[in-house]
């Protein structure tokens, strides 16, 4: 398979990052002292970044407090504490999202502090990123990396960072209740038993959270994920896939004896969705923690979300190139491209129909999607061209494929959707799309909207006529068929039909007759009246004219 190498080096590099991070994550989880837990997240998010050096801050008391440190070169700059309403830390707070500056000194975005621009110099810190500690909804903190050259953060460092800030989070929130829990153990012995059930809670928690690490690891999807917790947690555990959830927390309902938990997946400012709980109602010592677990899961489904995506997104990126490279190339396939269709599973030599779909409800993107879905069980491609959402797939029936095709997008789309194949003689793939697009172009503009077909019975109209413009249509039925159907309209005749059928059998007057259940001369008083109403030349002046107008006649009203 021939891969850009860039998508391939990139692929390669997120999977690193991602399996690093989970690494870190679960060496994090372990319980310890809060100053050990620090200094253990900056040194895992200095080597996982690669900056210059990584500082955390704690807000305690209305100010910012650098808390541990790595790649610093100033023991002083531990010391730096500033209002937490000023600095890069104090726009991250109060946005509660990652913020970054190409040149901390000379940024104006942000109200700065003497004492600590000192300490940048000292340091000289010049790109700096910040991300919020959150816990429990509470901006706790932040974590910062830096570097001492001016650069911009692109939007995977910062999706990465965001990332190991939520696992950060977790582990900061054991320790903080670790030492609550020691202290208790130590101030008072007669809640021995309950601060022991608490910390068997937060091992549970940490089993759980370990567990779902090694499903990630091991390569699991977010459904694995929402079984394994509901293994775990009981009830039900449902990933919902529409991102309707607006509410940046954990939300309960209880209803008929069920309660129901949905926490949203979400990344930065996108919803990928949400993850449902449902269980009996009742009180439970470990409530609050399996709740937090649920939500602490979501940042683990938001990773996976995402990477799926991006897989996806690279396969269909792969199917669109390849697609519009058969498209554009001529008839033939060429070595290079027998073998990138080949290494996608995709027999080269099979792909014999060209299949176009249009829509007036929905967009050419939205087609596409769901082509990409059927071409992947069609052993086919999928693409954009020229503007029209296309696909071409192996098949032996065509009519068949058009009609199964149409029916599988309808059903996901919703409503109505034209599709209209046209089989590729010798490899010629753009013949067959330039057929397929102007048949496609002549349905939408005699009003078939809404069915799968080949361009059989609209091929000869597509290269008759510039279907883009449907008054050509319009006008070139009035002025050869149009008399005609007025004058059945007015007079209760059918002198449309009668002529469709004298044309259909050859202009014979007795096999015509027969075949309308009529007498011969009846038949020719019909005759006589089509010459009144066009005229008594029709037969020599406007007879191929005349014959292409019922045929489109009649294929408009089917």
Known sequence: ????????????RRQRELASLYATAKSLTALGELDDVLQSIVRHAHDLMGTDFTYLSLVADGRLSARAAEGTISAAFLSATIPAGVGLGGKVLATRRPQWVRNYAASTLI????????????????????????????????????????????????????????????????????????????????????????????????????????????????????QLLAEQLGGTVTVLDAPGHRSG???????????????????????????????????????????????RATHILGLLILKE????????RLSGELLTELLVGGPGISPAQRARTRARGIDADRLNLVLVADSAS?????????????ARDRAGLAGEHLGRATMIVPSTDDDRTAEEVHRRLRRSLGGAVAVVGERAAGHDWSRAFSLASRCAAVMRAIGHTDRGVTTGRYALFAMVFDADRARELDRFLATSVGPLADYDARRGTDLVGTLSAYYDHRANVAATARALHVHVNTLLKRLDRVSEVLGADWRTENDLELQLGLRLYRLREL
């Open 309 to 316: 995506r991006a897989v996806a997104e690279a396969s269909e």
């Open 362 to 374: 929905s967009s050419s993107a939205d087609l596409l999607r769901h082509l990409h879905d059927i």
């Open 249 to 295: 927390r954990v939300t309960t309902s209880v209803e008929d004896g069920v309660a129901r938990s949905v926490a949203p997946i979400q990344a930065g400012d996108s919803r990928l969705g949400a993850l449902a709980w449902s269980r009996p109602a009742g009180p439970g010592v470990s409530e609050g923690m399996d709740l937090r677990t649920l939500e």
């Open 111 to 226: 109200d700065h502090d003497a004492g600590f621009d000192r300490l940048v110099g000292t340091e000289d810190l010049v790109a700096l990123l910040g991300v919020p500690l959150v816990i429990r909804d509470e901006v706790v903190g932040a974590l910062f990396a830096a570097y001492r050259s001016e650069r911009s953060f692109h939007a995977g460092e910062i999706a990465l960072l965001s990332a190991f800030a939520d696992h950060a989070a977790v582990a900061l929130d054991n320790a903080r209740l670790y030492e609550e829990s020691r202290t208790a153990l130590q101030d008072l012995r007669v809640a021995y038993r309950r601060i022991e059930e608490h910390v068997a809670v937060v091992e549970r928690a940490q089993a759980i959270h370990e567990a779902l690490t090694g499903v990630v690891l091991e390569g699991g999807t977010p459904d694995d994920v929402a």
């Open 1 to 12: 398979m021939s891969i850009d190498p860039s998508e391939s080096h990139e692929l390669v």
